[in-house]
């Protein structure tokens, strides 16, 4: 957009041209500029920006697209998904087009897949490991593995919605940096805790060291390691969680974005306190199992 002009009209004021020259700095649309005699008319209900675009090497018959953008309210905040697009203009029609609309918000998409791979698909997974009674003959192994790889999957497909877009909120929110910092940490540890569970040293020393060089006598350190990670990357990314949501939720301030709200007030936690029962349940029945001598590991 660097470059770009554009027409900006705030309040009952006269709209002012702009070329843009940066994230936050722009200077007026000066000589050269496209944009000119652009004015505001307003009603009780409606706003109304008309200006004359001039462009030499446009021909009769074609079309230019235009991006557009309006808020209800002062605050400066996104643009809610209903009031923003593109209008495709027919020079030789006259006649205006809404071509295309942004329908997908990224970061509540990021949001909601985060929430399903670290509010449900690894703590679930987790959670198996403490239920070895309950699941016998390795299906507690196979569980465990199966849902931290599909929340695996689910948290990059999460990662790689934020890639590419714009920061929005940086510098705007007071969570932002904390959210990004810790976010940040949860990226690595995860990455190491998958790397500590492929790199597993084998659990009987007859089955020698794995892959020929990973001792089977480091199986209790391993294990010191990777049970302390698990429940410490979840913690973190619980709180991530949290920012995240009131992110969210003070970003889109306008009536029609409010079906997202939900995760802020109270959502994210009923998925936590949800989740976490039924691993408590599970592990709780697993402990009556062992109690009564109950399936052998
Ligand atoms: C463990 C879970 C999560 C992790 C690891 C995570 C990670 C991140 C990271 C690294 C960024 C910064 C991206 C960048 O600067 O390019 C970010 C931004 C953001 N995240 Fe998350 N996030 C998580 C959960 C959530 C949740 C649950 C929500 C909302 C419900 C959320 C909402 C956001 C928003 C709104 C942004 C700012 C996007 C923008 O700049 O406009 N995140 N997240
Ligand atoms: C982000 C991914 C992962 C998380 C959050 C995680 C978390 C955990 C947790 C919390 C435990 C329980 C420790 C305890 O009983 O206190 C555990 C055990 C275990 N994990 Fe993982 N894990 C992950 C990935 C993996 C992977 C990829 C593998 C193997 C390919 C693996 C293999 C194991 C094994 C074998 C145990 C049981 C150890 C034993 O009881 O002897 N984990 N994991």
């Known amino acids: 957009m660097q470059n770009a002009e554009c027409a900006l009209a705030l309040g009952a004021g006269a709209p002012t041209l702009y070329r843009l020259s940066g994230h936050s700095v722009?200077?007026?649309?000066?000589?050269?500029?496209?944009?000119?005699?652009?004015?505001?008319?307003?009603?009780?209900?409606?706003?109304t920006l008309v200006m004359r675009y001039a462009d030499a090497s446009a021909s009769a018959g074609a079309t230019k697209s235009f991006i557009f953008a309006s808020s209800s309210g002062s605050a400066l905040t996104q643009h809610s998904v209903s009031r923003r697009g593109t209008v495709s203009l027919n020079f030789s029609s006259g006649s205006a087009v809404v071509t295309t609309k942004s329908t997908v918000k990224r970061d509540v998409v990021h949001g909601v897949l985060m929430l399903l791979a670290w509010g449900v698909f690894m703590p679930l997974g987790a959670g198996l490991t403490r239920m070895k009674r309950l699941l016998p003959d390795g299906k507690w192994f196979i569980?465990?593995?199966?849902?931290?790889?599909?929340?695996?999957?689910?948290?990059?497909?999460?990662?790689?919605?934020?890639?590419?877009g714009e920061d929005e909120v940086q510098g705007t929110h007071s969570l932002y940096d904390g959210h990004r910092g810790v976010g940040v940490a949860v990226i690595a540890m995860w990455l190491f805790q998958v790397l500590l569970g492929a790199f597993r040293p084998n659990k009987s020393i007859q089955d020698g060291a794995r892959f020929g060089f990973i001792p089977a006598n480091w199986r209790d350190k391993w294990f010191f390691a990777?049970?302390?990670?698990?429940?410490?990357?979840?913690?973190?990314?619980?709180?991530?969680?949290?920012?995240?949501?009131?992110?969210?939720?003070?970003?889109?301030?306008?009536?029609?974005?409010?079906?997202?709200?939900?995760?802020?007030?109270?959502?994210?936690y009923g998925v936590f306190i949800g989740v976490w029962a039924l691993c408590a349940i599970g592990a709780w029945r697993d402990r009556f199992a062992k109690a009564e001598g109950g399936l052998e590991v």
Request: overall charge negative; hydrophobic content about 45%; aromatic content about 4%.
């Open 26 to 47: 722009s200077t007026p649309c000066g000589s050269g500029c496209s944009l000119s005699a652009a004015n505001v008319t307003s009603t009780s209900t409606s706003r």
């Open 143 to 164: 569980g465990h593995t199966g849902l931290v790889a599909v929340g695996s999957v689910i948290f990059i497909v999460a990662i790689a919605m934020l890639e590419g």
């Open 226 to 268: 990777h049970a302390l990670m698990g429940p410490l990357t979840i913690g973190l990314a619980t709180v991530v969680m949290i920012t995240g949501a009131i992110i969210v939720k003070d970003k889109y301030t306008d009536s029609d974005d409010s079906e997202i709200k939900f995760l802020a007030n109270g959502g994210v």
